[in-house]
């Protein structure tokens, strides 16, 4: 069915099927969450919010049949007729709910949840970003990255890499925290003064990421 005002078409998600079996490119513009929860097998994910920024390079040719969906037709419908206003010319809407296309015949992907919840919501914000997402997440997780130095430099990088969720962190470094280094080697404070570099930013990295492990190598590289 297509609205005679609209250059859009809009169809059952049993007809959705008939079209990505006959080679219409498929577009998910839901949140990654429910991307994450499952979704139409090779469909490209672009979140409805994304879109004005990623549709150049990741859509480029306006004459190519796409079929757009969302969880019941309302945003996909709104990413529908943003690229209509932008000459796209063959777009269809699937107006119904998505959760019909298995049933339907269409393939589907579940995904292997690759984080817990309490690290889905503690890393949500980079759970966003389309080059991270859960793998990439996952990834940061399971890495494991060598400092060499908890000093002015070492001190702020080990701060990011224990927050943003990297699993292993070495530190090497012989020397002892100083009142001197407390101005720029922010990962140390006063009440260490005289410990060794490595334990006090030991003792701040797992507060900050009690996931993260942290490997002291208390010598001179």
Known sequence: MTDSASPVRQVTAAEGVALAAAGHRVVDVREPHEWNAGHVAGATHIPLAD??????????????????????GARSGR????LAA????????VADLIERWPGAGGAWEQPQQLLTPAQQRRYSR???IPEIGQEGQRKLLDARVLLIGAGGLGAPVALYLAASGVGTIGLVDDDVVDESNLQRQVVHTADRVGQPKTASARATLEAINPETRVVEHRERL
Do not use: K, V
């Open 51 to 72: 879109l004005p920024a990623r549709y150049p390079a990741e859509l480029p040719d306006p004459a190519q049949p796409l079929l757009l969906y969302c969880r019941s």
């Open 79 to 82: 990413a529908a007729a943003f």
């Open 86 to 93: 932008r000459g796209y010319t063959a777009i269809t809407n």
């Open 126 to 128: 980079q759970l966003l």
